[in-house]
Nanobody, 115 residues
Framework: QVQLVESGGGLVQAGGSLRLSCAAS????????MGWYRQAPGKQREMVAT???????NYADSVKGRFTISTDNAKNTVYLQMNSLKPEDTAVYYC?????????WGKGTLVTVSS
């Protein structure tokens, strides 16, 4: 059973930066898309950023210009560099991997941005 393990969350002041990482416990073959979603208290889970196997990226409008998604395919790892963080970025961030018809989710890492 493949597990996705996120790390890098924590408490940061507004304007600060964090880097999230997500590593798979086993090699995942035929990855189509990797990405990050988040869920703030009382809100639905929303897409933050995704990257395809062809390196095409997609970002939520709210994070464009501030967040950058990248991967290390050799390590089956996806990263999210978050700069200029705002209190509204506070949420649990979930790693996501889609391999053909199989979707994997991490358990989430909490990011808290204080004002």
């Amino acid at each position: 059973q493949v597990q996705l393990v996120e790390s890098g969350g924590g408490l940061v002041q507004a304007g600060g930066s964090l880097r999230l990482s997500c590593a798979a416990s086993k090699t995942i073959f035929r990855i189509n898309t990797m990405g990050w979603y988040r869920q703030a208290p009382g809100k639905q889970r929303e897409m933050v950023a995704t990257i395809t196997s062809g390196s095409s990226t997609n970002y939520a409008d709210s994070v464009k210009g501030r967040f950058t998604i990248s991967t290390d395919n050799a390590k089956n790892t996806v990263y999210l560099q978050m700069n200029s963080l705002k209190p509204e970025d506070t949420a649990v961030y979930y790693c996501y991997v889609r391999a053909v018809t199989i979707v994997y989710w991490g358990k989430g890492t909490l990011v808290t941005v204080s004002s």
